[in-house]
Each structure stands twice: as C-alpha cells, then as structure tokens.
C-alpha cells in the first residue's frame, strides 16, 4: 500500500513538501511516480524515479521547482515542492512499478503504475 501526505492550503510562492510512505512491496527495487488531479481535468504526471536507477523525470511545468526523492531504508518517497503557483493546485497520488522495466516514457503515462496511494490536496491560493 501507498499513503501520501502532506498536502495543505498555501499562498502562492510558498513551499511543501509531500511524502509517500510505502508498505507490502520491494520499495529499493520499485519505480515510483507522482501525479495530480485537478477538478474536470485528467491525472496529470508530475515526476517519478526510474525503476533500478536513479534517473528522474519532470513533467515541463514543474522542472526547477519541484524535486522528487527517495529514502529506501525508510520506505517513503518525497516531493519537494517550492513556489508554488495556483495552477499546481490538485490532488497529488503516488503510484508504484513494481514489476518490468519500463522505459523510460512508460513512466510519464498512469497505466505503467501497479500501485496508487490515496491521494493528498494541495491548494496553492491567496
């Protein structure tokens, strides 16, 4: 299982930063990913870790302000997210690859994911 939190009401500009904790999988061996949801629009990719590696991936509107990392000794993933605008508002997901190797493209698309947390909300509002 995958729980995400972190997520909370903050004003443009500001940082948060989002965690993932994962239970009942090979975490060190797993790629991991983030998405978002926003109201009426479709789950987006945010970015993810590449299975085996440590190759990373940004979606174009987050590069430079998001980074995403991983503690395999404590099972968790994290988002760091710093100035945030109001179009980052969404419900954020974790998800989790845990068997294949995909490419590297797999993992910009929802369907690679085995796994998805429950999802946390970020609102970026004034």
């Known amino acids: 299982q995958l729980q995400a939190s972190g997520g909370g009401l903050v004003q443009p500009g500001a940082s948060l930063r989002l965690s993932c904790s994962a239970s009942?999988?090979?975490?060190?061996?797993?790629?991991m990913g983030w998405f978002r949801q926003a109201p009426g629009k479709e789950r987006e990719f945010v970015s993810a870790?590449?299975?085996?590696?440590?190759?990373?991936y940004y979606a174009n509107s987050v590069k430079g302000r998001f980074t995403i990392a991983r503690d395999n000794a404590k099972n968790e993933m994290y988002l760091q997210m710093n100035s945030l605008r109001p179009e980052d508002t969404a419900v954020y997901y974790c998800?989790?690859?845990?068997?294949?190797?995909?490419?590297?493209?797999?993992?910009?698309?929802?369907?690679?994911?085995?796994?998805w947390g429950q999802g946390t909300q970020v609102t970026v509002s004034s």
């Open positions: 998800a989790a690859v845990v068997t294949g190797n995909p490419i590297s493209s797999a993992y910009f698309r929802p369907s690679t994911y085995h796994y």
């Open positions: 009942g999988l090979t975490f060190s061996s797993s790629g």
């Open positions: 870790l590449r299975k085996g590696t440590f190759m990373t």
